[in-house]
């Protein structure tokens, strides 16, 4: 559905999109994710026909974006970052006008503006003036203007931003549901939208594209063996780290054991188990009974977010999403 | 075509349901309306006095009631042009929903027209209201119809061409007031570039009266369509609109 070859942007000073290609079939959801300005919004703009590559081809839908952009737009929905609504119209005759603009009439297009309506649940809101919308409704109303007209390839550039959780969980929902009828492309730099609601990810970073493969296999390649995140404190005055080294290593299944810090006498690790070897209980076991308190036990495998940062080589800006931890306290013996 | 006529319902209904029509028609009516009350208060004077001195020559409605109060709106349009187009594009860019018009299957050209066909419309709706202020002189006097029609038809020429240079300096930036204000001056130098003519009489003082809008609306004032005037009016227009489609595919590489 579309086909990307080399595409490259460049502005005055700038490479916004360097020489990217990549293959979206169709009915897929594709999840297109990079930091910001890493050149999503860019790649979104020519996939629309909204700005010329300065290089490459980009074919959407069966027609070349340059050669044939009239064909390309009459097959695409678009939401950009901001959704492109009139606040002085009210959302039924914006939807009207949004699908007249695209080509539709008459009871067809009546019909399809309810229809429309109703699926992105903005229904209700239907006689009131944009302006007057939340954020939520008004990111809806845009949703709903995109696919209006039933494009085979809907492009939404960061659909969920600025929405509140309720909000955004609706939204995924939503184009979850559109998948299938519609291949779509969507940008966002939210790492579980794009391991909720896609099968296939494209990474971008500074105008490159890093990574290309589907959700699963992403993770999968990041999860071969399970790696364990462990902190033990010594309870009775100093503890060498080494020592507990030396004891993690003993346990079966273990195949690595990696100090990462020590402080106040509690000393970190990172525990590598062997391949589809269950090393938790053990571990816990082990601490436990050599007399230590076990602070901390968690998953260190990598989320979507590591791989994506590995990938990207970007610092974590943010906190990883808290990962499972598994405290137990050493008993009082 | 059919595109053209969406895009301009879209235009005329955004000015019609802001306050931006209503004020601009009220201001203007109140504006034209101390114009033609003044003129025929003018009139009616001349009239007595001509009466008193005995000579009742015969007073021409059209030529001192009609003739200048069309040379009056044709001023008075330079300064509410600037406020009808200031918003045409500069509002799509601010907020984002030029992007929605870009990519949706519609030409450029068809969205520009009919962004100007929205903004013409709203000017005549404008001259609509000096037609009140004429139709008195028809129930009350005897005017010839017809320099008044050709008039109108050169008011309409002259705010095409005006209102095409406004909707171009509307594509060059998002904030409204600059494209405003841009336009004032615009149509403020065309207006008085005729006045170098006043005192020069070298070439180039010619050419630049040339430029004036208000000079080439005499004719169009007395009646009279001049084949030279009618021309600089519509290569204004075509000017202005294919400035702005310059403009508007500029904007996607600039973007």
Same mark, same amino acid.
């Given at each position: 559905m579309i086909t990307v070859q080399g595409l490259t942007k460049r502005y005055a000073r700038t490479v /916004? =999109?360097?020489?990217i290609s990549f293959q979206v079939q169709k009915g897929q959801i594709v999840g297109f994710l990079g930091?910001?300005? /890493?050149?999503k919004t860019t790649t979104m703009r020519i996939l629309t026909c909204f700005l010329p590559p300065s290089e490459g081809t980009a074919n959407v839908a069966g027609f070349d974006v340059l050669e044939n952009p009239m064909e390309v737009k009459k097959r695409i929905g678009y939401l950009p970052e901001t959704p492109? =609504?009139?606040? +002085?119209?009210e959302v039924r005759e914006y939807l009207t006008f949004v699908g007249k603009l695209k080509g539709m009439s008459g009871q067809s297009l009546a019909n399809r503006v309810t229809e429309v309506g109703e699926r992105c649940a903005v229904a209700d809101v239907? &006689?009131?003036?944009?302006?007057? $919308?939340?954020k939520g409704y008004r990111q809806r109303v845009g949703l709903a203007q995109a696919i209006i007209h039933n494009p085979d390839v809907l492009i939404l550039d960061e659909?969920?931003?600025?929405?509140d959780p309720k909000q955004i969980n609706e939204t995924r929902e939503l184009i979850r549901g559109l998948a299938g009828d519609h291949t779509i492309l969507l940008s966002t730099h939210i790492l579980p939208e794009v391991e909720q609601t896609c099968e296939q990810v494209l990474i971008i970073n500074k105008g490159k594209l890093v990574a290309t493969d589907s959700v699963h296999n992403l993770q999968n390649r990041a999860r071969g063996a399970e790696s364990v995140w462990v902190e033990v404190e010594g309870r009775d005055g100093s503890l060498d780290p080494k020592v507990i080294q030396g004891r993690l290593e003993?346990? &079966?299944?273990?195949?690595r054991v990696i100090f990462k810090e020590t402080s106040n006498n509690r000393s970190s690790f990172e525990v590598e188990s062997l391949?589809?070897?269950?090393i938790r209980g053990d571990l816990a076991r082990a601490v436990v009974e050599a007399g230590w308190n076990l602070n901390e036990l968690r998953s260190a495998a990598m989320s979507l977010e590591e791989i994506f940062l590995q990938l990207?080589?970007? +610092? $974590?800006a943010v906190e990883a999403t808290p990962a499972v931890e598994a405290v137990a306290q050493g008993e009082e013996r | 075509m059919r595109n053209v006529w969406i895009i301009c319902q879209k235009e005329l209904n955004s000015y019609f349901t802001s306050p931006v029509a209503y004020l601009l028609l009220t201001m203007f009516a109140l504006i034209f309306g101390f114009f033609f009350w003044n003129s025929v208060g003018y009139f009616n004077m001349m009239g007595l006095e001509s009466q008193m001195r005995g000579q009742a020559f015969p007073m021409s409605v059209n030529e001192y009631v009609i003739r200048p109060l069309l040379s009056n709106v044709s001023v008075i349009g330079l300064f509410f042009i600037p406020m009808i187009t200031m918003r045409l594009f500069a509002e799509e860019k601010r907020m984002g929903t030029i992007e929605l018009l870009a990519t949706s299957p519609v030409r450029d050209m068809e969205i520009i027209i009919g962004k100007w066909l929205a903004a013409l419309i709203l000017y005549a709706v404008m001259m609509l209201f000096t037609a009140i202020n004429f139709a008195f002189l028809f129930r009350y006097g005897n005017p010839d119809w017809k320099p008044l029609a050709i008039g109108y038809l050169g008011l309409l020429l002259q705010a095409g061409g005006l209102l095409a240079v406004g909707t171009f300096i509307s594509?060059?930036?998002?904030?409204q007031i600059i494209a405003g204000a841009a336009t004032f001056g615009v149509c403020l130098m065309l207006w008085v570039l005729?006045?170098?003519a006043g005192y020069e009489t070298a070439t180039w003082a010619k050419v630049l009266a040339y430029f004036s809008v208000i000079s080439h609306f005499e004719s169009f004032a007395k009646g009279v369509v001049d084949t030279k005037d009618a021309v600089y009016y519509l290569s204004l227009i075509f000017l202005g609109l294919f400035l702005t489609s310059r403009s508007m595919e500029s904007l996607r590489w600039r973007t």
């Open positions: /916004a =999109v360097d020489h930091p910001n300005g /890493a050149g492109p =609504v009139y606040p +002085e119209m239907q &006689s009131k003036l944009i302006g007057k $919308l939340s659909p969920t931003a600025g929405l003993r346990i &079966s299944g273990v195949s391949k589809d070897r269950v990207t080589g970007t +610092e $974590l | 594509t060059l930036t998002k904030n005729e006045w170098v």
